[in-house]
């Protein structure tokens, strides 16, 4: 069986307002200033009202309609016997409670019905005292219903302009709180990205030559991984300066770190040529991005497209020759291109750890600017080729 919830015990102020009631409806009734009773009924009849009254005023928050209906009936018997004026302070507040406290619908009806009783009660007067002096009747019937019950309504109108005024205000924080999230977790997406790109060639480069130096007993061969380990550890460690100041720029360091560009494509190449052994690989450049400037987001993601390209070609490639390709028609408005590709060899070897984060960064890059990535095997197996379509358009150059 369904549990049945105990009702709600009183409020203190109903409580207040209920003693305050009884006690003064008691003083006059004792001193003897009550009005004169409308019917032949006993006096002493007030005094019943004036106790279930008093009991209605504890309902007026938990159950305000039927703290109203009782005080209704209850206001009908004390008119009756000599009206205590008590007894009509508290079904003033019976009507205010029920437009405050009650639903919806009670808010919309109880200003109508006390309208619709005034005028009836005035017309009603008119018809049997026919004498003028009824419409004081009829107003002090105003007094007593319609006033409070608009008073309510006023009153339950600020309330809930209130309540959703807070309830946006706490929206509106959790939406701030949703956007800064967001913005904390795109952050360290592009911090990881930031990372991955910059240290993960030179990481590569390190463990390449070092696994070589120490296979190869050959002072001179030693040497040689030696000094590429050092010159990319350097290296290393200048990127991670730059980032370190990227990041100081964000907290509100003066001066902006510097951003990679294009125009250290051929730095960048020549780097990953030292960074292998030997002359296994054969690389080529071909710039064809043509006249007129790119967007700084556009150079940024192909710069770093490129250097996760050839830190790939290091740690994974076959010996063969390896293609940077950069197109753009600039005259169509036709993306740039950033297309790198390397050879494959029938059981290819990774040589170097790897997480398989470099593609994964290439692609955010990508997407963030509305662009297209495919990385895979091509020719039949034979080519790793690597992809991308960067648009160069003002949605861009405003990113």
Not at 141 to 165: F, N
Not at 194 to 210: F, Q, R, T, W
Not at 349 to 362: E, I, K, L
Request: one cysteine or more; hydrophobic letters at 50%.
């Amino acid at each position: 069986m369904p549990s049945v919830r105990p009702p709600r015990p009183p409020d203190r102020f109903d409580l207040l307002i209920a003693a305050t009631g009884l006690s003064g409806g008691l003083l006059l009734y004792v001193l003897g200033l009550g009005s004169t009773p409308a019917a032949d009924v006993p006096r002493w009849l007030a005094l019943v009202a004036l106790v279930v009254m008093s009991g209605a005023e504890l309902l007026r928050r938990s159950a305000p309609l039927t703290g109203l209906a009782v005080g209704t009936a209850a206001l009908t018997l004390d008119v009756c016997a000599g009206n205590l004026i008590a007894n009509t302070g508290m079904y003033t507040d019976l009507i205010y409670a029920a437009v405050l406290y009650g639903p919806p619908a009670a808010y919309r009806l109880v200003p109508r019905a006390a309208e619709v009783v005034t005028v009836l009660g005035t017309l009603g007067a008119l018809v049997l005292l026919r004498d003028p002096q009824a419409l004081l009747l009829g107003i002090a019937l105003g007094v007593v219903t319609i006033t409070p019950a608009w008073t309510g309504v006023g009153v339950r109108v600020h309330r809930d302009e209130a309540r959703a005024a807070r309830l946006e205000a706490e929206r509106m924080a959790l939406l701030a709180e949703m956007d800064r999230r967001q913005a904390v977790v795109a952050e360290r997406a592009r911090m990881a990205r930031e990372l991955h790109d910059m240290v993960a060639g030179h990481l590569s480069a390190i463990a390449i030559h070092s696994s070589a130096a120490l296979s190869l007993d050959e002072p001179a061969a030693s040497r040689e991984a030696l000094g590429v380990i050092r010159e990319n550890s350097v290296q290393g460690l200048a990127e991670m300066r730059r980032l370190i100041g990227l990041l100081r720029e964000a907290a509100g360091a003066d001066e902006p770190a510097a951003t990679p560009t294009l125009e250290g494509l051929d730095a960048l190449v020549e780097q990953a040529r030292r960074a292998v052994p030997g002359d296994r690989f054969a690389f080529v450049l071909h710039d064809g991005r043509g006249p007129g400037a790119l967007p700084a987001p556009v150079e940024l993601a192909a710069y770093r497209i490129v250097q996760e390209s050839l830190t790939n070609v290091v740690k994974h490639a076959a010996p063969g020759e390896v293609r940077v390709e950069l197109t753009r028609d600039a005259a169509a408005g036709r993306p740039l291109t950033v297309r790198v590709t390397s050879a494959l060899g029938e059981r290819p070897v990774q040589r170097a750890p790897g997480a398989g984060a470099g593609v994964v960064g290439m692609r955010e890059r990508v997407e963030l600017l509305g662009g297209r990535l495919a990385a895979g095997p091509v020719d039949g197996g034979t080519v790793w080729e690597v992809r991308a379509e960067l648009p160069v358009d003002e949605e861009a150059r405003a990113s």
